[in-house]
């Protein structure tokens, strides 16, 4: 599903033609800074920068002699600019192209992926003040609790997502650093000069100290804080996935006309982009993982993480951004029934009630301990015979002795219980 799927943006980031042109920029770039140096004359640069280019399949080719893809293309760079050519990677390691393009890459895709944050941040504003005060019953360990609306669900995952957005922000200022610094790190054949001029040119920072490659904490950082995002919207799409079920039935995916939803039962509309999302986040956290134990490298380099990242940074982000425009259209689409909720809500007769009828025995001189008994009786009464509560509260004689009709009547309102929904929606800035 995840070869199939690429939107043009993301995956173009991953592609050798972006990433070959990246390459090409940095090798041109550190020419540029050499010359101001003159450590290259000015003219030769002049001739890399017009003449320089490179072509994916050629450089494939000498790839499959030389077993070095770094030396493949400045090969086949060099079959463009010709004797200039000798001025191109002077001083450098693999690694100084390698990881800041990487540095870029990430960059390029962290971007996307803060866009796309942001537009379902916006979506969920949008549902959650559509839904403010549609009453529906809040559920802990799986079992009715008390009264909540959708819309206060809603609002959870918006100030989550305004989280993820932040940490995304982190994640990028940590992962938008580069390096040019030669063998081991020591500038020994570069100016420290040529790495600030690189980065600048490519809106990245300068590793303040580096080996022979920028640590990995900075892509671990960057991997697990996809894997967060991912363990987001994995929460999102299980409530949704539960909601969904035939004894539930509060809200539903979107089912479009013609869609299937077995092969073997007409009748199945199945929470498919939810179970999809729930998959793919197990994917990233995985991924997440295996960038944590990148981190520890021999010495000043070993290359036992090139491999893994060329899997793990192009199957995240592209993973992450499939994944959040999935969320996005599940969000804005998705389906409520309010007479469900409200069918649900009166389920076991009056039962999420208990609490307010033991504080209201409280306030009447009642010590909790008894006040407890004296309810769960009731409610106990209630979950074995489905006599409401209020009825079995009205029977009971200690309760009548403290407690009036009307004030019990007064009791099991569920709009008393949600006055504070406009004060938590204000705190979530989802009153304007």
């Known amino acids: 599903m995840i070869e199939r799927y690429t939107r043009p943006d993301m995956g173009a980031i991953w592609s050798d033609a972006n990433k070959y042109r990246i390459w090409l920029e940095i090798e041109v770039l550190a020419c540029e800074a050499q010359a101001e140096l003159g450590v290259i004359p000015k003219e030769a640069v002049a001739e890399i920068r017009a003449k320089a280019s490179f072509d994916v399949k050629r450089i494939l080719e ?10 493949a293309f400045t090969t086949n760079v060099a079959e463009y600019v010709g004797p200039s050519s000798r001025f191109i990677h ?53 079992i009715h609790a008390e009264p909540t609306t959708f819309g206060l669900k809603l609002a959870l995952w918006h100030e989550e997502c305004k989280r993820s957005i932040k940490r995304i922000e982190q994640a ?6 580069g390096m040019i610094s030669g063998a081991v790190g020591t500038f020994e054949h570069l100016s420290p000069s040529v790495e600030e001029y690189v980065c600048a040119k490519l809106g990245l920072k300068p590793a303040p100290v580096s ?65 999809r999302i729930c998959g793919l986040a197990r994917l990233l956290r995985t991924n ?23 899997v793990i940074c192009p199957d995240s982000t592209i993973t992450i951004d499939y994944m959040l425009h999935v969320a996005t259209g599940l969000i804005d689409k998705l389906i409520v029934y309010p007479e469900n909720m409200q069918r649900n809500l009166e389920l076991t007769h009056g039962l999420p009630f208990s609490q307010s009828v033991m504080l209201a025995l409280v306030r009447k001189d009642v010590t909790r301990e008894d006040a407890y008994k004296m309810v769960q009786r009731n409610a106990m009464k209630t979950w074995q015979t489905r006599i409401p509560l209020r009825e079995t509260l009205r029977e009971d004689e200690e ?5 009036s009709s009307d004030e ?4 099991f309102d569920p709009q008393r219980m949600l006055k504070n929904v406009d004060t938590i929606f204000a705190r979530c800035g989802l009153n304007d």
């Open 172 to 177: 990028l200022e940590s992962i938008s650093v």
């Open 211 to 275: 080996t022979q490659v920028i640590q990995r904490d900075r892509h671990a950082e960057f991997l697990t804080t996809l894997a967060l995002i991912g363990s987001f919207l994995e929460k999102i799409a299980t409530e949704i996935r539960h909601l969904q079920r035939t004894e539930v039935l509060e809200a539903e995916e979107y089912f479009s006309p013609g869609q299937k939803g077995s092969s073997a039962m007409p009748h199945k509309r199945n929470p498919i982009l939810s179970e």
């Open 62 to 71: 000498i790839e499959e002699i030389t077993k070095h893809d770094v030396i």
């Open 399 to 403: 309760i009548n002795a403290r407690m």
């Open 90 to 142: 002077l001083g450098m390691t693999s690694s100084d192209v390698l990881d800041t393009c990487l540095a870029v890459q990430l960059k390029q895709a962290g971007e996307l992926i803060y866009a796309n944050l942001v537009a379902f941040r916006d979506i969920l504003a949008r549902r959650a003040k559509e839904h403010k005060s549609t009453v529906c019953i809040g559920r802990s360990h799986g």
């Open 288 to 310: 997440a993982l295996a960038a944590v134990e990148n981190n520890a490298l021999w010495h000043e380099r070993d290359i036992s993480h090139s491999s893994v990242e060329r």
């Open 408 to 411: 019990l009547d007064a009791i």
